[in-house]
């Protein structure tokens, strides 16, 4: 099995594919952290809610596209509305209570999925698009995780133009390196934190969505995603878009990888990960502050 | 002072109960006990050392499993030997999780022990040698024949168990006067300081972690007795969020609050799971709750209304 | 007692300290001054071990420190005080205390006994507090203490560990004239043997009761001397006294 190459080739496509998931939900978790030093412990139970309701519009509409572009705007909303009644009301009383409620969110949240779409896992019945075999030399691979793994980089590409090239980016990246002098200048840091948490939310909904027809949709995904892109948050360092790419490929790989070759110890190689970066290189592999 | 009189109230109502209670109460108040003892050292931590874990019930089922392991015919030993070596056993392997995670701080920390408390439930998930997802059955409890006490009688073994719990308290009530436990509470306070002072941080921390876990390894040891059937349930986060909610619910860096907690959260969930199916939305929600109305919990809260006493 | 030697520290392209050397015998009492931006920080974190020189050596009272950690220089002999409070906020001044005195000797470890039955840390303590003035006020919490009692005990706590050398950053910042005269008595009686180090930008303060003075620009030492021969300096007159000087 090692000596194959199509074997590395097909587990290299399927890290890569996973590091995208990881990817658009580390990010926003990233940037919001380094922006506000907190961590929205619901994020995954967002990518729950981006799976189930692209589900619902995609049986609702027969079009999986149309899920593809709501499900990440009623995320949005809903993460709007978790921001204005619950989150913004703790920004004076710091990190920790902020972090206990979105923990108590993931309880809430997870309910409410049970509720309305049940406990079971849900597999879209409709026409999914690329749903075809692509051949990579002599080796057959589903063409849909090819489009998540475009989707990824496409997300990067965009992400970084933002940062880099909009005035937006520049107050995040002002935010981010320090939060009080960009206050003294005059950028609006509440403001700034309100839309890169309103995008993490977007992004959180938009990889539930992509990977809803591959992975099938259901209450209990949400916490099983948030492990690991805890991890990847930490792994590739608080604040930065090229950190959460990094960390995702590094945890996308030491899982696919793990699970091919030591189905029962995947989970404990990315954990040793973890413990590698805590111990050598605490503040993680590419910070935005060092 | 206010605080170890309601201790001793809550604890005399407890036993109050105990009296009158026949089999479904004593099997409440076995549990209750139990959860008392997990959340009170949570509380060491998380109220007092300042470190707040969403992976404790991790070290909670792992004494439950070194309990049933240590006991089983795989090694055979005596129970109480298996209780010791359950409750140290699971305070070794916290002091070697807690020297890595100590090292880092606030919402990193947490972040780590969420990650390591679904690693410990993976492990067990996993390992079909101690029963993987069906669990452990034929669990023995401790044999006090000896000295005339049968603990298979559920009302015995209630009273043991809130004896534990009672010992518990004490012990940590203790410990929080001693040196050690003023470290604990400058840790939290201002550990920059405390190491320009001279202290070793990471050390006391990982010791705090350590002990904190020996102490939930203990409350796993005598919940696999109460049960004598143990799941990898018992590690997962949900287990790890009903805990901190206890402790939150109660009062943070109280000692007393989680006891209160317990009792509160114990009977809540008896009382409405047969009623409906989203128990969880419901802690959740209390949490919420709790954070929101920017009190202590119940205990901070009685705090708050006594007469003569600053907010 | 604490000695520095050719200190060197970049941050990125800037030489925030570049070469700077000094040494305090026992019963030093020494000033650092220099305008904003001059590296006193810099230096200052340097001898406490917040951050580590790029080169240069450190000793203190003979040992090598240079790389060692804030907590092995404090267990070594050296205290100091910061200049933002760094208080236990939550705390009363008499827990403040103890805290100093056992993450000094390392009885953190003792779970047999009671922190209120060690007589002779109680006793340490209000030795301490008398020394600085709070006395009476053991058993407050440290919220309630006013911004100049604050200061004091902010000192006190590096006191509490009985160090060798004694590092104050800027101990009487945003203190009005009456708490400025407190803190100067505090200073007056340390004991005599005891090497300090004051970084400062009361300039009165500095040439009434410090014995040498080193005046930093630009992270270097620009001039070290004794308080007449610094204000004698013409060097030291156009850089940095300059405009105080025309004005007289």
Same mark, same amino acid.
């Given at each position: ?149 475009? *989707? ?57 969505? *992509? ?80 | ?262 009792? *509160? ?47 | ?248």
């Amino acid at each position: 099995m090692l000596t194959d190459p199509s074997f590395w080739l097909v587990q290299g496509l399927n890290s890569l594919q996973l590091a995208m998931l990881l990817f658009l939900l580390s990010v926003g978790l990233t940037v919001i952290f380094g922006l506000m030093n907190f961590v929205n412990l619901a994020h995954g139970s967002l990518y729950a809610l981006g799976a189930l309701i692209g589900y619902s519009i995609a049986e609702a509409s027969g079009s999986v596209f149309l899920a593809f572009l709501l499900a990440p705007l009623a995320v949005t909303a809903v993460g709007a509305l978790l921001y204005i009644t619950l989150i913004e009301r703790l920004r004076s009383a710091g990190p920790l209570p902020q972090v206990l409620v979105t923990f108590g969110l993931i309880f809430v949240l997870m309910d409410a999925q049970r509720y309305l779409w049940g406990s079971d896992a849900l597999g879209v019945t409709g026409d999914v698009p690329f749903s075809g075999t692509i051949h990579i030399g002599s080796e057959p691979y589903p063409a849909y995780r090819l489009f998540i793994i475009a *989707v990824g980089i496409a997300v990067f590409a965009g992400l970084y133009l933002l940062l880099n090239r909009t005035r937006l980016g520049a107050e995040v990246r002002a935010g981010v390196d320090d939060a009080e002098t960009a206050a003294a200048l005059g950028v609006n840091v509440e403001r700034t934190f309100f839309l890169v948490f309103l995008l993490g939310c977007g992004l959180a909904g938009l990889a539930g969505a *992509v990977a809803m027809p591959a992975f099938s949709a259901e209450a209990g995904m949400g916490v099983e995603i948030l492990v690991p892109t805890l991890v990847v948050v930490v792994v590739g360092g608080l604040g930065s878009l090229s950190g959460a790419f990094v960390g995702s490929l590094v945890i996308g790989v030491t899982l696919t990888f793990g699970t091919a070759l030591f189905p029962d110890f995947a989970g404990i190689a990315m954990y040793a990960a973890l413990v590698a970066v805590l111990l050598l290189r605490p503040q993680g592999l590419l910070p935005a502050r060092s | 002072m206010t605080r170890h009189l309601l201790a001793l109230a809550l604890f005399a109502a407890l036993f109050a109960w105990h009296s009158q209670a026949e089999y479904y109460g004593f099997e409440l108040l076995a549990e209750i006990a139990v959860f008392a003892i997990l959340a009170m050292s949570l509380d060491l931590l998380a109220g007092y050392g300042g470190m707040v874990s969403l992976g404790h019930a991790a070290l909670f089922g792992l004494g439950a499993y070194l309990y049933s392991w240590l006991g089983s015919d795989m090694v055979g030993l005596s129970a109480p030997l298996a209780i010791l070596g359950a409750a140290f056993g699971t305070g070794v392997i916290a002091l070697a999780v807690g020297a890595v995670a100590v090292r880092v701080e606030g919402i990193f920390f947490i972040m780590i022990t969420l990650g390591f408390g679904q690693m410990g439930h993976e492990f067990f998930f996993q390992n079909k040698a101690l029963g993987g997802d069906d669990g452990l059955f034929g669990i023995q409890r401790l044999d006090l024949s000896g000295i005339g006490i049968d603990l298979s009688d559920p009302g015995s073994f209630a009273l043991a168990a809130l004896v534990s719990a009672a010992l518990v308290y004490v012990l940590l009530a203790w410990v929080l006067a001693t040196p050690f436990g003023a470290v604990l509470k400058g840790l939290h306070a201002n550990p920059n300081r405390l190491r320009a002072l001279g202290l070793r941080v990471l050390t006391y921390r990982a010791a705090a972690f350590a002990f904190s876990g020996t102490v939930a390894g203990f409350a796993g040891s005598i919940s696999a007795q109460h049960t004598q059937f143990i799941t990898p349930h018992l590690l997962n986060w949900t287990t790890s969020g009903e805990v901190l909610i206890m402790v939150i619910l109660g009062g943070l860096g109280t000692l007393v609050g989680p006891v209160v907690g317990a009792v *509160v959260l114990v009977l809540l969930r008896h009382e409405l799971s047969s009623i409906t199916d989203y128990w969880g939305a419901i802690m959740g929600g209390f949490l919420i709750l709790v954070v929101l109305s920017r009190q202590n919990g119940l205990v901070g809260l009685v705090e708050r209304l006594l007469p003569g006493r600053r907010g | 007692m604490l000695e520095a030697v050719g200190l060197c520290k970049r941050f990125g392209a800037l030489d925030a300290t570049h070469n700077v050397s000094l040494r305090l015998e026992a019963g030093a009492r020494h000033a650092i001054i220099g305008p904003n931006g001059a590296g006193k920080t810099t230096l200052f974190n340097l001898l406490a071990g917040e951050i580590r020189p790029d080169s240069g050596r450190i000793l203190l009272d003979g040992r090598e420190v240079t790389r060692a950690s804030p907590d092995a220089r404090a267990r070594a002999g050296l205290g100091r005080s910061f200049q933002r409070n760094n208080l236990f906020e939550s705390e009363t001044v008499a827990l403040n205390l103890a805290l100093a005195d056992i993450a000094r000797r390392g009885t953190g470890w003792q779970v047999w006994r009671r922190l209120a039955s060690d007589r002779a840390a109680r006793a340490r303590a209000e030795a301490v507090a008398a020394q600085v003035g709070l006395g009476d006020d053991l058993a407050s919490p440290v919220a309630s203490l006013s911004y100049g009692a604050r200061r004091q005990l902010e000192v006190a706590l590096a006191l509490m560990g009985e160090p060798k050398v004694l590092l104050l950053d800027e101990p009487t910042a945003g203190m009005s004239p009456e708490e400025t005269g407190r803190m100067l008595g505090l200073i007056d009686s340390l004991p005599a043997g005891l090497a300090v180090l004051i970084v400062e930008h009361d300039m009165d303060l500095v040439f009434a009761h410090a014995h040498r003075i080193t005046v930093l620009n630009y992270g270097e030492v620009l001039f070290e001397g004794t308080p007449d021969e610094v204000r004698a300096s013409a060097l030291v007159q156009d850089t940095y006294l300059g405009e105080d000087a025309e004005a007289c």
